[in-house]
């Protein structure tokens, strides 16, 4: 029996209102990760007005949860003024950052006007060497350290977000011991996506199939995964593969206006539109993303039923289409993971005789 804010959550992704939105305040950043997926084009980036005006707009469409994020928002000079304007507007916030500037009085003053529900922060290796391998910045895995102690000491939820690639692999499990010691959740992510002009470098970067093997197969590594058993994915009939155009949009620094973080087909933008109202049902780009994302989930039920791993593919359009060039082509580093997913269930079941399906349904679906 879903709560009520499941509920509003379920009704939000079948009639396709939005309730959530993530607004990248700028592309500029005080590190120079190897991979960053962010490609600033020299446009201007919104001024403080125009983003209180965007905030405005996104308050009058009813969105409830807001993202703040970057490039590094704390860089942005007014942050704290948008975080403010945001919060006055009723907006539950969360911000992604990598934590670096977040000392002791940053993590007071974050309490004190953004009061977020969650702060989430990259993190890239447990060792020094490895983490700044990647952020290109002396002292920055200490940063975050530093920056997690201060805002748990606010009483401020912190999420670690890693992306595992071949450097970091092997540093996963004393990760998940680091964020346990600091009194943080962690999320792995093994699969390594393109930057967002479709450069595909950072797909080199893939952990290795002997460790993504492990990751989904051993029970050392159960704890680090979110689902200690890989389920295979439920699709009903007519129901979407995520929630791309239908629960969540996303704002880059331009004011363009993107059906989620991942797919970004600009359905407008938001310096220009008079109300969110008034492109979000009648957006051509809107539109076919939600057919897409219909497609997409038959697609996944017909190869499940052939027996393949289809049921197991965490699968994001966004990537497909950037990778290939099509957004229901299933791509080379989730077809490896949904493999060894499988294979980690099928042993289960074998061990156990017994079976489990993902009882979630849309809300356990990447709605962002
Ligand atoms: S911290 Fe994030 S935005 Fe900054 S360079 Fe690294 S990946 Fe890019
Ligand atoms: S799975 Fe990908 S395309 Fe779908 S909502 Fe998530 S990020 Fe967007």
Redesign the pocket.
Known sequence: MANALEQIKVNSWSRAVPMAALFELT?V?????T????CPTGQKEMTTAEAFDALRKMAEFNILYLTLT???PLVRRDFFEIAAEARRLGFALRIYT?GFLIDEPMAAKIKQIANPLEIEI?LHGARPETHEK??CVPGSLQKVINAVRNLRAQGIKVNLKVPVTRDNQEEVLDMHRLAIDLGATIVFDPVITPRDDGDKDPVNLMATDDFLRRYWTDPAYAGARREPVPVPRHDAPGEAVCGTGRTAFALDPYGNIFPCVQWRRSAGNIKTVASLRDIWHTSPVLIEVRRTAVEMADKLRDTQQAGKAGGFCNFCLGVADLQLGDPKAIYPQIQKNAEFRQQAYEEWKAKTGETLEDTGGVLSKCAM
């Not at 950043?29 to 990760?33: D, I, K, L, R």
């Not at 991979?35 to 962010?38: G, W």
């Open positions: 592309f950043c005080n590190h120079a990760c991979f960053c997926y962010n970057g490039g590094e990598n990259s990647l952020t």
